[in-house]
């Protein structure tokens, strides 16, 4: 809790430092109205227009001391939330310098643009603004029209080009660097701090972490027709720092897949000799798991993620999945049970055929005497089996607060873990308080990139 007070404590410090330095500078135009007005207003756009699109390599540079505090889930959505209003400041400042310019030279504003469009800088300047465009209009089409990730990945390492194009023009034409070095020597240890945070976590890290470990395919194993295990070992797997619960980017390094970086769920608790990712077919990549060869390389990051049992502070737990939801449970609903906690597991699937890690599951449950509920919702009651499955229940329904409030009456005494697809994870996060549980003791991750 307390890293993310500092981290927010950074931004207000590097907010108030641009705000100071504008003030002392383009503020004294401000005060002058008219086009030196629009002026001030052109320059400050563009100090925040930079310092969103360095937040957001932060953001995305997998950081651990930033991971950490949010989870890698929340700084995902946030990289949404920021490019969303990103697209307000990139239009806006070349707007207001065309417009403050063309007023003082009274000519029109194509007319004015065509002009400064003369000098090496501004032609830059519209590389950048761009590829920025280019970068939003395509993850905005992306959603809409669901198209492959892969390709909306690299088209999004236009970023790094275009903060190259943009980091010359600021620091040779910016009129609040022109008037002071000292804040242009800031926006340089702004600029490094980015830099060495996004390459040391995001390129470097993996790196090392494959000459430690050499991670490759041990073993492809089928667990339903749809969930397919991909068992990975290494060297030194022993002294890999992973929890149950986290999840890890991975990148199989064979002629189909190399370029592909996914995230997957540790689905077993870590044993020290061997990492367990179960993947559910959903896509192009996934459906085609099972056809990865014994003896490939992969290339790891993280672990990420802070959906484990150490969030877990009272004695009464409550755990729910949907589908492949179930792979962060395997080895969190052992060490919950280890640490003496009571745990009840309702986990939600179509038919019984698609219960993953099924067999597992119900052993652990048999062990530590855990409560299971299995919930079908394509599937009626009167032909579900209730094999290995003595401590708890199996019903046809979905998972709704009626449902949770007759399978666990003391519900509102509990602190709730929920993982699943995300229509099921959005509809029980608005209705569980209803129940009692106060928010702060209902803990998710919702991974989407």
Known sequence: MYKKYWFYIVLLAHATVILYFWAMGSGSLFRLGGASAILALGRISGLILVSMALLQLLIMSRAPWLEQAFGLDKLARLHHKVGK??????????????????????????????????????????????????????????????????????????????IIFAFGHQTELGGDFLLSKLFTDYWYLAYAFVAVNLLSFRFLTPL??????????????????????????????????????????????????????????????????????????????????????????????????????????????????????????????????????????????????????????????????????????????????TRHLALGTIRAGFIDNELIKKLVPDVQDREVFLCGPPPMLNSLLKSLPSLGLPKNKIYFEKFSL
């Open 208 to 385: 090392l972490l494959f000459k430690k470990h050499q991670f490759f395919v041990t073993d492809i194993k089928p667990e339903t027709a749809n969930v397919t295990s991909v068992y990975i070992s290494g060297e030194k797997i022993n002294e890999f720092p992973i929890r149950s619960g986290q999840f890890l980017i991975v990148r199989f390094l064979d002629k189909t897949r190399w370029a592909q970086a996914h995230p997957f769920s540790l689905s077993k608790s870590p044993d020290g000799k061997t990492l367990r990712l179960s993947i559910k077919a959903s896509g192009d990549f996934s459906s085609e798991v099972s056809s990865i060869a014994k003896g490939t390389k992969v290339l790891i990051e993280g672990p990420y993620g802070i959906f484990t049992a150490t969030r877990s502070r009272t004695n009464k737990t409550l755990l729910i999945a949907g589908g492949i939801g179930i792979t962060p449970y395997m080895g969190m609903l052992e060490e919950l049970s280890k640490a003496n906690k009571d745990v009840v597991f309702i986990y939600g699937n179509k038919t019984q055929e698609e219960i993953a890690l099924r067999e597992e599951l119900e052993e652990l449950a048999a062990k530590y005497k855990i409560k299971i509920h299995h919930v079908l919702s394509n599937q009626d009651a009167s032909t579900l089996s």
């Open 85 to 162: 209003y990103f697209i307000i400041f990139l239009i806006a400042h070349p707007l207001f310098i065309i417009l403050s310019y063309a007023k003082f030279s009274q000519v029109g504003l194509v007319a004015e643009y065509l002009t400064l469009l003369k000098g090496d800088e501004i032609l830059k300047t519209t590389v950048a603004f761009l590829l920025f465009l280019g970068i939003i209009v395509y993850s905005l089409l992306r959603i809409w029209k669901n198209w492959n990730f892969e390709r909306w990945y690299y088209v999004h390492l236009a970023m790094y080009l275009a």
